[in-house]
């Protein structure tokens, strides 16, 4: 069985992706954390921090070349970078709404661009895209985060279909609450800071509710070991939601009608 030995993590600077870096990095995988930044938390060995925005195309393809030419391989790559916007999609702006797509969506696309000649030349290679739990149960005032991260669990859907006997696996990933940097990096959209906005009190009370779930949710370390677990696998699952309760929460989604869900999830949330 071919195993996973180079590994390229994209927002792999902090957060999920950090922790994800360390724990291969302790499975023997050799990692190239990739961001803008160019750093990781804990450095060591293992693991190689590299500049790289998901949004440069030709950038990308630079770092996975440099890394194919060192390695003589790349085994898989985790498309994690990513970031959210908030407020109603009543006034969004196409830009804001735009922008979201441009990291969490195209970012990863050119990603799995750049990395798609090599695996198909090494007749193997594992794609695993992050996205998140609320590309199958959405929240109010999140509408283009979690359009953006239904369209990137779509696309790898149809892109396993599409890689069938070449040696290429998808998988995504689809985190609940985790505590990151990411409830700090979320920004606010025009509309949603408006004081005015008809949504106004509905809006501060659930970005309080959201913002207090997320920095009490999980530790990135276990939506690491749900990504290494794929990777040592022989073949990937097609769609992982990490622990018993927000899986349990996935099942009932896909159970109930949606009426039914949407109108819960409006009385917690609104
Ligand atoms: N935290 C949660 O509750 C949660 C839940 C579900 C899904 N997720 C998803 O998990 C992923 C990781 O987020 P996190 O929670 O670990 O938050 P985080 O700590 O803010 O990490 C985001 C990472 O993305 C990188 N990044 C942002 N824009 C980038 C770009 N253009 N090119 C390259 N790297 C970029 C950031 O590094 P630089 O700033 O250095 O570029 C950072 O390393 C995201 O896709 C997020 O949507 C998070």
New binding site residues.
Partial sequence: MEKVKVVLI????????AATAHLLADAGMKVYA????GTIEHPREGIIPVV????DSAGTEAVVARIVESEGRLDAVVC?????IYGPVEGTLEEEARAQFE??YF?SFKTIRACLPVFRKQHFGRIIT?T?VMAVLQLPYQGFYASAKAALMSLSQSLSMELKGTGIECCSIL????A???TA?RKVTKAGTDPASPYKESMERNLKKIEHD?LG?MA?EVIGRAILKQLQRRHMAVRVIPRIDYKLVGMLVRLLPAKTVLSVVSRMYN
Wanted: aromatic letters at 2%; a negative charge.
């Fill in positions: 994209t927002g792999g600077s902090s957060g999920i992706g990739g961001s803008r930044r790289l925005d998901v949004n994690n970078a990513g970031n959210g990291t969490t970012g992050v998140s985190p609940g609450d985790v990151t940097g990411f990096a997320e949710g990135p």
